[in-house]
């Protein structure tokens, strides 16, 4: 398997061409200028590095350090190979269901100005929304569980908040058996799609008017304060139609997680969507999805470039992958463990359980080991020797060094 190429141009490069100007423009969050400045240094000297040297033919290289930050294009690599291999562990054989929840539009300058409210509610609300028809004896009856993650962008980057929800087909019943949905069908849906879009819109207008009654929201610059204008965009909001959004099964757990590895650590925009980085703009590719997701070339002044990229930095700490239910830290040893018994799945069969520890120094192992036996230049096996560089004392190297012998450690 060829690696894949590298891309021609990087969000650290707008960020290090259109940063000045941007910050410039004040009223940056403290958070955000944290993110740019971490993956402006990404993989540079400023972060340190390691030094790859062939004592056959001397040939030297340099591989300098990651942000690690978990809004970089260029990170992240090893934290989804590690929560894809531990959710390998936990799937069930059975169907798994595909559940998108939206926010509409109108909520967008809220979320601006109360991003961690706001998305809280979300999860809490798609949450409530399963948990409601998972309970209807004429659904499932019983308990179910759901894996969510938070994506804010839209392919334009623009703010576009949902929560994908991958839901186990079933759930646990009180006695502990496993509960089969009772009315979806090979090609249906886990629950009724217009009757959850009902409930997940009551659910999070109740939360979000009565936290905005008691003064507790920061007020966008725009939102209509005075009456009749809130009353009437209130009321406009229960009227409104909510997207949520629901997808044929899976067709099994290995589709499971090739989903998961594509959607858990997604990051608004990756490097290999930028097309060309000007003086001025910021070139990138993008789905149309009104025009059957025909890629098109969005092109954005580099300034509005990074003011869109950072509505999509969450606040410090907050937790954009959730676990609930049966899928839950707290439930799901017990839970996982009736499942499989219920299912007569057979503990033998599944694979062993591995601390993250053991996963990581394997994958490590996997990742690095041609680059740590073989030289790129000469072929040689096992002459690669390493010595550490500093934060900011990395210089790149020339493409042939003196004899290793020669370096200085």
Not at 39 to 46: K, N
Request: aromatic fraction near 10%.
């Amino acid at each position: 398997m060829n690696p894949p190429k590298r891309p021609f141009h990087e969000v650290a490069e707008a960020i290090k061409r259109f940063g000045p100007a941007f910050r410039a423009r004040g009223n940056v969050p403290v958070h955000h200028l944290r993110t740019l400045s971490a993956l402006e240094r990404c993989r540079t000297a400023a972060l340190g590095g390691h030094l790859d040297a062939c004592t056959a033919c001397g040939v030297v290289s340099i591989s300098y350090n990651s942000c690690r930050n978990r809004h970089c294009p260029k990170c992240g690599g090893l934290e989804r190979e590690l929560w894809i291999q531990a959710r390998c562990q936990e799937l069930l054989p059975i169907r798994y269901y595909h559940v998108v929840f939206t926010l509409p539009a109108q909520f967008n300058d809220w979320c601006m100005h109360n991003d961690a409210f706001c998305y809280d509610l979300l999860f809490k609300a798609a949450w409530h929304t399963l948990r409601t028809f998972a309970k209807d004896n004429r659904l499932l009856g019983a308990k179910t569980g759901a894996t969510m993650v938070l994506h804010t962008w839209g392919q334009n980057l623009s703010l576009h908040p949902h929560v994908h929800c991958i839901v186990p087909g079933g759930g646990l019943t009180a006695q502990g058996r496993w509960q089969q949905p009772k009315k979806a069908g090979k090609r249906g849906f886990l629950f009724p799609v217009r009757a959850m879009s009902q409930v997940f819109k009551a659910f999070y207008l109740k939360h979000f008017m009565a936290v905005w009654n008691k003064g507790l929201l920061t007020i966008p610059p725009d939102a209509p304060t005075g009456y009749p204008e809130a009353a009437r965009w209130r009321q406009a909001r229960w009227s409104q139609d909510w997207v949520v959004y629901a997808k044929a099964p899976f067709n099994g757990p290995q589709t499971v997680i090739e989903y998961l590895g594509r959607y858990t650590h997604k990051v608004a925009i990756s490097n290999h969507r930028l097309v060309d980085i000007t003086p001025q703009q910021v070139i990138f590719r993008y789905k149309d999805y009104r025009r059957e997701a025909k890629v098109g070339l969005m092109v954005l002044d580099g300034v509005e470039f990074l003011r869109r990229f950072c509505l999509h930095i969450l606040p410090p700490g907050f937790r954009r992958l959730r676990h609930y239910g049966i899928l839950a830290n707290f439930h799901k040893a017990h839970a996982l463990q009736a499942a499989r018994s219920s299912l007569g799945v057979s503990e033998e069969l599944m694979p062993p359980k591995l601390d993250k520890a053991t996963l990581k120094a394997g994958l490590l192992a996997r990742w690095f080991d041609h680059r740590t036996t073989f030289c790129p230049h000469c072929g040689a096996h096992n002459t690669i020797v390493r010595m550490l560089l500093a934060p900011n004392s990395a210089r790149a190297p020339p493409i042939r060094s003196a004899p290793v012998s020669n370096i200085t450690h």
